[in-house]
């Protein structure tokens, strides 16, 4: 079975900080994983996805995570926060046999001024 | 806006009433996936279906249907409604429904008084 685990409900960052929103996965065959970002009253839309080509996975506005599968981790990150990415960021694991997407609970990041 | 279209934005009905929602995938996408957002529950998949046919299910309810019609638009349907079914729910679509990117629509938030 999959599942995901996201650290921290809540996270709280200056304007210009680094952004560290981390994710561990539970799979039992190679995963495929997926950030997601989601702005109040709106869908999630993909930020970027890890699909075994590449450790380190670049994706929209700035943000990259890299896959350590020692460590079972996809942590997110950006080096300079800006206030537009104050969103709840999401997690997702899936499998190829599944075609299914499961998620983490979700993290918030405030962005302070 | 990604191209997924969801009918109607907000729903409000009563307990034990029937619901239907609808859901357009952008154009060319075959697959078709719904999701179920609450605050106790977080994301869930429901189900998704290729080309007209179910291809996998998750948490849903045995109260919950859908289907995917010929010219590949969607409709979740939700009967005997009950308090704990007030939800967002969303529709994503994708072009193979294997392990690509999955776009979602802005979501339908159903409200059971």
């Given at each position: 079975?999959q599942s995901v685990?996201?650290?921290?409900?809540?996270?709280?960052?200056?304007?210009?900080?680094?952004?560290?929103?981390?994710c561990?996965y539970?799979s039992?065959?190679?995963p495929y994983l997926f950030w997601y970002?989601?702005?109040?009253?709106?869908?999630l839309?993909l930020?970027?996805k890890y699909t075994?080509?590449?450790?380190?996975?670049?994706?929209?506005?700035?943000?990259?995570?890299?896959?350590?599968?020692?460590?079972?981790?996809?942590?997110?990150?950006?080096?300079?926060?800006?206030?537009?990415?104050?969103?709840?960021?999401f997690c997702a694991v899936g499998a190829d046999s599944s075609y299914k997407l499961i998620f983490g609970?979700g993290?918030?990041?405030?962005?302070?001024? | 806006?990604?191209?997924?279209?969801?009918?109607?934005?907000?729903?409000?009905?009563?307990?034990?009433?029937?619901?239907?929602?609808?859901?357009?995938?952008?154009?060319?996408?075959?697959s078709?996936y719904w999701y179920q957002q609450?605050?106790?529950?977080g994301l869930q998949f429901l189900i998704q279906?290729?080309?007209?046919?179910?291809?996998a299910?998750g948490n849903?309810?045995?109260?919950?249907?859908?289907?995917?019609?010929?010219?590949?638009?969607?409709?979740?349907?939700?009967?005997?409604?009950?308090?704990?079914?007030?939800?967002?729910?969303f529709?994503a679509s994708s072009?193979?429904g294997r392990m690509d990117e999955q776009f979602f629509?802005?979501?339908?938030?159903?409200?059971?008084?």
């Amino acid at each position: 079975a999959q599942s995901v685990t996201q650290l921290g409900s809540h996270v709280s960052v200056s304007e210009g900080a680094l952004v560290l929103l981390r994710c561990n996965y539970s799979s039992s065959v190679p995963p495929y994983l997926f950030w997601y970002v989601q702005y109040p009253n709106q869908g999630l839309q993909l930020l970027l996805k890890y699909t075994s080509a590449a450790t380190l996975v670049k994706g929209i506005n700035g943000f990259e995570a890299e896959f350590k599968k020692s460590e079972t981790s996809f942590h997110l990150t950006k080096p300079s926060a800006h206030m537009s990415d104050a969103a709840e960021y999401f997690c997702a694991v899936g499998a190829d046999s599944s075609y299914k997407l499961i998620f983490g609970s979700g993290t918030r990041l405030l962005v302070r001024p | 806006d990604s191209g997924v279209t969801q009918t109607p934005k907000h729903l409000i009905t009563a307990t034990g009433q029937r619901v239907t929602l609808r859901c357009s995938p952008r154009s060319g996408d075959l697959s078709v996936y719904w999701y179920q957002q609450s605050l106790d529950q977080g994301l869930q998949f429901l189900i998704q279906y290729y080309n007209g046919e179910e291809r996998a299910k998750g948490n849903i309810l045995e109260r919950f249907s859908a289907q995917q019609f010929p010219d590949l638009h969607s409709e979740l349907n939700l009967s005997s409604l009950e308090l704990g079914d007030s939800a967002l729910y969303f529709c994503a679509s994708s072009l193979s429904g294997r392990m690509d990117e999955q776009f979602f629509g802005p979501g339908t938030r159903l409200t059971v008084l």
